[in-house]
């Protein structure tokens, strides 16, 4: 989110970021601090002062939760409510499951389906646009969410990449000058760049191996899941399974699991290498032919580190009320393209049971051909792929700049147009609690302004206690 907060409009809000970490010196953390309007380093302070701070000293309107129940969150200062709205995104995928001091979760309609909300009136019978034959379960329909929703209309998720990985041109590509000119460019320099370091980290594998990969920690990989990767491995005979030593211990147990269910051979196949840098480790996603996610709890950051590499995934969300295994499905969704058709690549993507997994995992596979080009001058005859596979990763990777998962600042301004929408209701509330009381309403916030102009929301969203942000809202050019 390292730009998210120098992104604000400046004419309506003020961006207060309040640290409960240490300053790392990186420059993820020096763009977050010229980022914010006041940023204040409160690692070291009691949970009170934090508290007086925010509601006494700097009197915030609107409180975000960054951290959730996730390590090194103080969810203290929250269950305190310091400010009228506070809201919880990004760092924990879940409801916080405190109505009394937590009034909003920024979602989306496949991360946060509208019935699993408790204060959500719509039917029961609306379908999930990402969870096709899920098993019978009790706890699929349950109401889990307690806080309203801010629906985005692309995905919750919103990340860094267009802004913060991107790639010079390759030198040693550039220098030679031996790209033809009937080519597409950018889509012969990534196909060479991809053999290029495919060879540098895989020196042995023959070139027409498919390499599906997970960059999960290790945790996450349960044994249902891992199951269905073996026998994606013991259908495709050239294929290899590149996983990460995060941590190192968990790779003997993989390994000898591995051996147990599906033989030596296979599990030969399970390659593991070490944990890169955050660059690098974008930068290398590329090597990898399909991203296979975990079920249980997905790719989060990860899922979208893969597809700004042009790198597809198959992601299933199996529950419809666990949002931390649908976020790699709303991400998917996300990648759409025109209104035309908004889910045309994340239907490619996202599937509805284990076996539509392993399925998908080997079809696309499968369709990988490779046939000897010459494309460079001097003569130089290269294995290159095609097939529906690479035409998914061609179709993600030139169009990356487009697609809405990567357009940081059209999410800034849907997550403005929510919070302008949070602060008129509260303060419709607030004076019909002074009228009722009898006492004088106070002047309007000057953040209460008809920004936006009225826009119909379908009749059944009505009653709605949610946000629901329309697609209409895009960032402001000059910011």
């Not at 390292?2 to 309506?12: C, E, K, N, T």
């Not at 002062?49 to 009197?59: F, M, Q």
């Not at 039917?123 to 349950?142: G, T, V």
């Amino acid at each position: 989110m390292q730009s998210v907060f120098g992104m604000h409009d400046r004419r309506r809000f003020q961006v207060y970021c309040y640290s409960l970490s240490p300053s790392d010196q990186s420059q993820y953390r020096h763009t977050i601090e010229r980022g914010a309007d006041f940023f204040v380093d409160m690692s070291n302070w009691s949970i009170k002062d934090i508290v007086e701070r925010i509601a006494l000293v700097d009197k915030i309107h609107v409180l975000v939760n960054l951290n959730g129940y996730t390590k090194g969150g103080k969810n203290e200062i929250f269950a305190a409510r310091p400010c009228p709205i506070q809201i919880a995104t990004m760092g924990f995928a879940g409801t916080m499951g405190a109505d009394r001091w937590m009034d909003y979760l920024v979602g989306d309609e496949i991360s946060c389906p509208p019935d699993t909300v408790i204060n959500e009136p719509l039917s029961r019978d609306s379908k999930s646009i990402a969870a096709r034959e899920i098993r019978k379960d009790p706890l699929q329909n349950a109401k889990m969410f307690t806080e309203s929703i801010v629906y985005m209309p692309q995905s919750f998720f919103v990340n860094d990449h267009r802004q913060g990985f991107r790639e010079e041109n390759d030198i040693e590509i550039e220098k030679e000058n031996y790209l033809t000119l009937d080519e597409k460019i950018r889509w012969r320099r990534e196909q060479l760049k991809r053999i290029k370091m495919r060879h540098e980290l895989f020196p042995n594998l023959k070139e027409n191996t498919v390499i599906y990969a997970n960059f999960n920690q290790l945790y996450k990989i349960d044994p249902l899941i891992f199951n269905t990767w073996l026998n994606i491995l013991k259908r495709m005979k050239n294929s290899i399974l590149w996983l990460l030593r995060f941590p190192p211990s968990g790779e003997n147990n993989l390994r000898q699991y591995a051996r147990n269910y599906a033989g030596e051979e296979v599990a030969s196949r399970v390659i593991f290498t070490d944990v890169a840098p955050k660059h690098m480790h974008i930068y290398r996603g590329r090597i990898a032919d399909i991203f296979l996610d975990t079920v249980e709890c997905n790719a989060h950051t990860t899922a979208a580190d893969i597809l700004w590499s042009g790198t597809p995934i198959i992601t299933y969300p199996k529950y419809q009320f666990k949002m931390c295994s649908r976020v790699a499905a709303s991400i998917a969704y996300a990648t759409a393209r025109n209104k035309n058709n908004p889910r045309l690549l994340g239907h490619e993507m996202v599937v509805g049971s284990y076996k539509e997994y392993e399925d998908r995992a080997v079809e696309l596979g499968m369709s990988m051909t490779w046939s000897s080009r010459n494309i460079t001058r001097p003569q130089l005859e290269i294995l290159l792929p095609q097939g529906s596979l690479i035409a998914l990763r061609r179709k993600l990777f030139l169009n990356r700049d487009q697609i809405p998962l990567f357009h940081t600042a059209r999410w800034v301004a849907q997550l403005e147009y929510a919070v302008v929408e949070m602060m008129k209701r509260w303060e419709n509330g607030y004076k019909k609690l002074c009228m009722r009381e009898k006492q004088e309403i106070p002047r309007a916030s000057s953040l209460i302004d008809n920004i936006y102009t009225p826009l119909d929301k379908p009749e059944d969203r009505t009653l709605s206690r949610s946000i629901w942000v329309p697609e209409e809202v895009q960032a402001i050019e000059v910011r």
